[in-house]
C-alpha cells in the first residue's frame, strides 16, 4: 500500500528533509561550478527549479502515453526542450547572468536533481502532487544554493549579492572562489546539517525513553494499540 | 509491434513539439540576443576609444576591426578584437589604437577564464589603466616586480604573470597583423 503523504509535507520535504543537495546529494557539478556569489548561485536555483517544475508538471500529466521503454529517452527530450528555452530567455533578457553562469545553464539537462525527481516522483504521481514535489525540491536546491553562494561571496570577495558586508581590512580569501573554497563549504554545510539532524533523532529517542521509563511497558503497549 | 509503434509514436510527437516550440522561442530570441551582442561590442569600441562617436567594421581584414570617427568624422583610430591563450583558456580584448597604430589608447579585456581573484587581475583598471598612451614600437614589453621605466613597458600582476604575458603577447601579435595589413593597404 502506497503511505498517504499530507499536500503540504509533499512541498515541505524537500526543503528540509530531503534537500536535493545536503541530503540526496544530488546535482553537485552546478552547485560546486557555479556559487562564487550569492546572486549566481539565486540564478542557477532559479533556472533548474523553472525547469524541474515544467518538466514534472508535463511529464506526470502525460506518465500515462509513454511507454515505459521510452520514458528516459522521452524526458530528456522534454527537459532539454525547457533548458533550452531558459537558456535562450536568459541570453536574451539578462546576458550578464548568462555569462557569469556560462555552460553551465545548458548543463542543467543533466543536473541528476531535475531527471531523479522525473524518475522517482513525477512518473508515479498525479500532476498535482508532482507540481509541490517540484517546486519544494526546487526551493530546496536555490536555498543550499544562495547560502553556500553567500558564505563563499562573503570570505571570498567581502560582499553579499555585491553589496559590501565586510570591512576593507578584511583580506579575502582566495581560495574561497576558486573550486577547492566550495568543496570546503560544502563539506562543512553537510557536517553541520548532519550533526543538527543526528541531535534532533537523539533528542527523539531520548524523550520515547524517558516515556518508557516513566509509564512502564504495559501502557505504552496499551497507548501503541490505541493509536 | 504494437509497442513498437507506441514508441515510435510518443517520442516522435515529443520531437516534433519541442522542437516546435524551440522554434518559436528562438525567432522571438535571436534578434534580441544579437542586439546585446551588438550594443555590446559598441559600448566596449567607445571604451577603447573615448572620442569615437561612430564607427565601421573592416570586414576585408580577417580579424575583427573597426575603424573609428570623431564627431568631427574624422577617422582617429581603430578598435582591434584579438584573441590568443591566456593561462586556463582563450583571453579575447579589445584594444583603442591611434591612427597610426604607434600607441595605444585603451585596453578592455572582453571574455578570458583566468583563475579568479588572481589571473582575472587582468581586468581591472589598475592593470589595463598601464595600457593608456603606451607606445607600440618596436613591442610593448613587460616587467616584473619593479616599475615600468621605458614608455612601451607595463608592470605583469604580482602571481599572475601568465595572464599579464598572455595580454601583452596577444596585443604585440594583433597590432602586428594590423601593421601588415597596413603596409598592403588594407586599411584604406
Known amino acids: ?7 503540504s509535507q509533499e512541498y515541505l520535504k524537500g526543503i528540509w528533509e530531503n534537500n536535493p543537495i545536503l541530503i540526496q546529494l544530488l546535482g553537485l557539478c552546478p552547485t560546486l ?16 527549479s523553472f525547469v524541474l517544475v515544467m518538466s514534472s508538471l508535463l511529464i506526470s500529466s502525460i506518465r500515462k502515453t509513454i511507454p515505459g521503454q521510452v520514458r528516459i529517452a522521452s524526458f530528456i527530450v522534454i527537459i532539454a526542450t525547457f533548458v533550452t528555452i531558459v537558456d535562450l530567455v536568459m541570453k536574451a533578457k539578462f546576458p550578464d547572468l548568462s555569462k557569469a ?11 541528476c536533481v531535475i531527471l531523479g525527481r522525473q524518475e522517482a516522483f513525477a512518473s508515479k504521481n498525479n500532476p498535482g502532487r508532482a507540481f509541490l514535489d517540484a517546486i519544494g525540491m526546487g526551493t530546496g536546491f536555490t536555498l543550499a544554493l544562495v547560502v553556500l553562494g553567500s558564505i563563499r561571496e562573503i570570505i571570498g570577495s567581502r560582499t553579499i549579492f555585491s553589496l559590501q558586508v565586510l570591512p576593507d581590512q578584511f583580506e579575502p580569501w582566495l581560495i574561497m572562489i576558486l573550486p577547492a573554497g566550495a568543496f570546503l563549504t560544502l563539506g562543512l554545510l553537510l557536517g553541520l546539517s548532519n550533526m543538527y539532524t543526528d541531535r534532533k533523532k537523539r533528542i527523539e529517542h531520548e524523550s520515547i525513553i524517558a516515556h518508557y521509563k516513566r509509564v512502564g511497558r504495559e501502557e505504552l503497549i496499551e497507548e501503541l494499540e490505541v493509536k | 509491434m504494437n509497442k513498437v509503434v507506441q514508441m515510435l509514436l510518443a517520442l516522435t510527437g515529443i520531437g516534433i ?10 525567432g522571438w530570441a535571436d534578434p534580441l540576443i544579437a542586439a546585446n551582442k551588438k550594443a555590446e561590442t559598441e559600448a566596449a569600441i567607445f571604451r577603447v576609444q573615448p572620442e569615437g562617436k561612430n564607427y565601421e567594421a573592416l570586414n576585408n581584414a580577417g580579424f575583427e576591426v573597426y575603424k573609428v ?3 568631427n568624422a574624422d577617422e582617429i583610430g581603430y578598435a582591434l578584437v584579438y584573441e590568443g591563450n591566456g593561462f586556463q583558456g582563450k583571453i579575447r580584448l579589445m584594444c583603442g589604437l591611434s591612427k597610426d597604430l604607434e600607441k595605444i589608447l585603451a585596453l578592455e579585456v572582453l571574455e578570458q577564464v583566468e583563475t579568479p581573484g588572481l589571473g582575472t587581475k587582468v581586468t581591472e583598471t589598475p592593470f589595463t589603466n598601464q595600457f593608456k598612451k603606451l607606445e607600440t614600437s618596436p613591442n610593448i614589453n613587460w616587467v616584473k616586480g619593479i616599475p615600468p621605466s621605458k614608455p612601451n613597458e607595463i608592470q605583469a600582476v604580482t602571481g599572475a604573470t601568465i595572464s599579464s604575458k598572455s595580454v601583452v603577447a596577444i596585443i604585440n601579435n594583433g597590432i602586428k597583423q594590423m601593421k601588415k595589413l597596413r603596409d598592403a593597404g588594407g586599411l584604406k
Open chain 1, 33 to 48: 561550478a557555479v556559487t562564487v556569489s550569492a546572486i549566481n548561485g539565486l540564478a542557477m536555483g532559479l533556472a533548474a
Open chain 1, 101 to 111: 553562469l556560462g555552460p553551465f545553464i545548458p548543463l542543467i539537462v543533466v543536473n
Open chain 2, 69 to 71: 570617427k570623431n564627431k
Open chain 1, 1 to 7: 500500500m502506497k503511505k498517504q503523504v499530507s499536500l
Open chain 2, 17 to 26: 513539439i519541442s522542437g516546435g516550440l524551440l522554434a518559436m522561442v528562438d
